[in-house]
């Protein structure tokens, strides 16, 4: 069977990027400046911090990697716990696969499906040592609740905030409202750096050392000079003394290897110029977010997305539900919408119950707001930047015929 071609495809096809990332480009590619590891990387980091308000931005050639990096600096042991949520895309909590822990998979708010502070609160043991969310679609967590939470327990928070640059809470910023934060520049992200990239903001400054030490090959790893002799080599010349040449330095306490992540200047580049582009591609998002909710809230049985009062959201995803008990069938709605020629993808499959999660004795029921929001009630609807006018248009349109069907139940046999 031939792929349908789709009037509104769910990803965003297309670039975002023009004129004026090109001649960012090419003003880079004409200098002689490096092209790895230079002024724009430094320039776009310093940019970024002072949007979000960290003290520290520190890029990275993935969001994926940005998470790697930052569970890493948690120095997680043998049998310590961390807490989870199970509403998000699975590069938040692989790393988590790789370290010696129970992870501990809390439940989200049915109407948000951010982790709801409840059920994190009820998994908090002693071994407790960090708690790892998302900013759901870019609407922001209960972060006061969480981020209080926390300090009484002592735990450290990564929010993962690849949907949130754009998005707001109570006048602050995702990216300095936990203790290290995660973003991504994702082709598909709310800005991209010439289709991939990532960064870690922070307040810290040991971590922010840290992670320019894992990103750069370099140990994380504390070192004291050696002694000026290895065997009868004498380390005679200044330039050899070097901390750069690690052989002439000891490691005294080794925590993680580095590795290269190093973000392209070309990347950066563009990176800087997408940030003064910013406002305008979330009021696109939020446009688009805004047609959709009006078509929805002629029908009752709709759960519409919200804001709090002081909260705004990127509109990185555009979700919605239908009621509990409603009667409509999600499936043969979905169904009808693909028919329609708008492409619906479901966001994102409960994670505890990936095979790797199972593997680790995850199981069904675990989590039964993520679990009957993923496989009864969510629809996540296309919502970026590259829609034409004509599209939204021919989505909300589908969107209404589709909710009408719906409402009569008369549904077409398949
Ligand atoms: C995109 C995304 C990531 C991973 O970012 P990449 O830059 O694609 O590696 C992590 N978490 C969430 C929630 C994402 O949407």
């Avoid at 199970?86 to 982790?115: G, K, M, S």
């Avoid at 306490?253 to 110029?273: P, Q």
Wanted: hydrophobic letters at 40%; glycine letters at 8%; one cysteine or more.
């Amino acid at each position: 069977m031939p792929a349908q071609e789709f009037t509104v495809p769910y990803p965003a096809r297309g670039s975002v990027l023009g004129a004026p990332e090109l001649s960012a480009l090419a003003e880079l590619v004409g200098s002689s400046r490096t092209l790895s590891a230079g002024g724009c990387r430094a320039a776009f980091e310093q940019r970024f911090a002072k949007l979000v308000g960290s003290r520290h931005a520190v890029s990275t050639t993935s969001g994926t990697v940005a998470l790697e990096l930052a569970v890493k600096l948690l120095d997680l042991e043998v049998g310590d716990e961390v807490i989870a949520t199970p509403q998000t895309y699975r590069a938040t909590l692989d790393p988590l696969l790789d370290q010696p822990i129970t992870v501990r998979f809390c439940d989200i708010d049915p109407l948000t499906l951010n982790a709801e502070p409840g059920s994190v609160e009820s998994l908090v043991s002693g071994r407790t040592r960090a708690i790892l969310l998302v900013h759901y679609g870019g609407l922001p967590a209960d972060m006061d609740s969480i981020m209080r939470l926390a300090r009484r327990h002592g735990i450290t928070v990564i929010e993962d905030c690849a949907h949130a640059l754009g998005s707001s809470y109570y006048g602050r910023r995702p990216g300095s409202l936990a203790n290290l934060s995660c973003f991504s520049f994702h082709t598909s992200k709310n800005i991209t750096t010439l289709g991939e990239g990532g960064m870690v903001t922070t307040d810290d400054d040991t971590w922010a050392e840290r992670l320019e030490r894992l990103r750069s090959n370099a140990s994380d790893a504390e070192f004291r000079p050696r002694k000026q002799r290895i065997g009868d080599r004498a380390f005679a010349s200044a330039w050899m003394l070097h901390p750069g040449n690690a052989y002439t330095h000891a490691c005294t306490r080794l925590r993680h290897h580095g590795t290269n992540a190093t973000l392209s200047e070309a990347a950066a580049a563009v990176g800087i110029v997408q940030l003064d582009r910013l406002d305008t591609l979330t009021a696109a998002r939020r446009g688009i977010a805004e047609r959709i909710g009006a078509v929805l809230r002629r029908f009752p049985f709709a759960v519409v997305p919200q804001e709090p009062e002081g909260v705004v959201s990127s509109h990185h995803l555009y979700t919605f539900s239908f009621k509990e008990g409603c009667g409509i069938d999600r499936d043969r709605f979905v169904e009808g919408m693909i028919a329609r020629g708008v492409e619906l993808q479901l966001r994102y499959f409960p994670l505890h119950l990936l095979p790797e999660w199972q593997a680790r004795g995850h199981r069904e029921g675990e989590c039964p707001n993520a679990e009957r929001m993923w496989f009864d009630r969510q629809v996540n609807l296309p919502c970026h930047p590259s829609l034409s006018d004509r599209q939204v248009t021919y989505l909300a349109n589908s969107l209404e015929a589709q909710l009408v069907e719906a409402a009569a139940g008369r549904w077409a046999v398949v």
